[in-house]
């Protein structure tokens, strides 16, 4: 009798707090995030707001990304790898006016051509197609690793820059 009136429950429970599914299109903000947002970041599989905080360097309170993610809840327990979350907002997030967002941490500020990763997309296949070094491209988009390994689907990369840095 239990089990039975258990069940239902559990199969609620279920479809309420499944992840949404990307259904192989490209993932957008799934619980909206303000309109003034300026950086983004895609959530990851074991990430929690404090260490969302915690891979920018605390660059930002955590009042800060509730105000920007209004519909994260005070628990941070409804995020879902894949989906959008604003972390950033008003200066642009460092992103140069030339990569729109979303873009990784420390782009060079006088960044003035950005390449948006698409699937099938590789370091070489970039640097190469761009016409720029590897020493370049690595050297503009800090946040990737000396193997070039952590590229991201759907994240702009510095691909040229002008003379002058800004600061």
């Known amino acids: 009798m239990l089990a039975q009136a258990v069940l239902p429950v ?40 404090n260490k969302i905080r915690d891979h920018f360097g605390d660059t930002f309170t955590l009042a800060e990304f509730y105000s920007w993610n209004p519909e994260v809840n005070s628990f941070c327990s409804n995020l879902y ?23 990784k941490t420390g782009i060079i500020s006088n960044c003035d051509s950005c390449y948006k990763v698409k699937s099938g997309d590789s370091c070489a296949g970039i640097f190469t197609g761009k016409n720029i070094t590897r020493a ?18 759907g994240y702009n990369y510095c691909v040229g820059v002008s003379d002058t840095l800004t600061s």
């Open 10 to 49: 559990v199969a609620f429970a279920a479809q309420a707090f499944a992840a949404p599914a990307a259904g192989g299109q490209e993932l957008v903000a799934r619980q909206g995030y303000s309109e003034d947002c300026t950086a983004t970041y895609t959530v990851r599989s074991g990430d929690s707001c």
């Open 81 to 103: 790898p894949g989906e959008i979350v604003c972390i950033g907002q008003g200066d642009n997030g460092g992103a140069p006016p030339a990569c729109p967002v979303p873009v």
């Open 136 to 153: 370049e491209f690595l050297a503009w988009n800090p946040d990737l690793d000396s193997g070039c390994t952590n590229l991201e689907i």
